[in-house]
């Protein structure tokens, strides 16, 4: 379970069960039929570190709220995720919800959409630039000494 979505997230809404046990589970053991829960939990990690990607640019991070948008992108860069394990079974439409998602993360970090009232991030202390100076060895004032 990550910070913005879970599994219950994923399914019915843009995953059928079948689908998700499909995208999981690598084995034909025992137990075939059932969900990786470890798999879809790395997935949903994967897809929220690549959310914080984007969101870091411009607020704070962790959200304070988590907006609506913000699960929503997340859910759909999960799907991806999961799907792009069996690359062979990806679609067109598959990858162009994927590109759709990213193309609105970077609109948010560049400010065009907004998250409503999130706090702006703070003055980071480790990017801070900071200069000194000493006192000129030569200039117009003292050449003519030499």
Do not use: C, H, W
Request: aromatic share 4%; hydrophobic share 35%.
């Amino acid at each position: 379970m990550g910070t913005y979505i879970a599994q219950a997230d994923l399914v019915p809404g843009l995953l059928q069960e079948q689908d998700l046990v499909q995208l999981t589970n690598d084995s034909d053991g025992p137990d075939p039929d059932t969900v990786v829960d470890a798999v879809v939990d790395q997935a949903i990690l994967d897809a929220e570190a690549e959310v914080d990607g984007y969101l870091g640019t411009r607020y704070a991070l962790p959200l304070q709220t988590v907006p609506r948008i913000v699960k929503t992108l997340a859910a759909r860069v999960a799907v991806y995720k999961l799907r792009s394990r069996r690359p062979n079974t990806l679609t067109e439409d598959q990858t162009s919800d994927y590109d759709r998602a990213t193309k609105m993360l970077v609109k948010i970090s560049e400010g065009v959409v907004t998250l409503g009232s999130q706090p702006e991030p703070s003055a980071n202390a480790e990017r801070i630039i900071k200069t000194s100076t000493t006192d000129r060895v030569y200039g117009r004032s003292n050449l003519s000494d030499f």
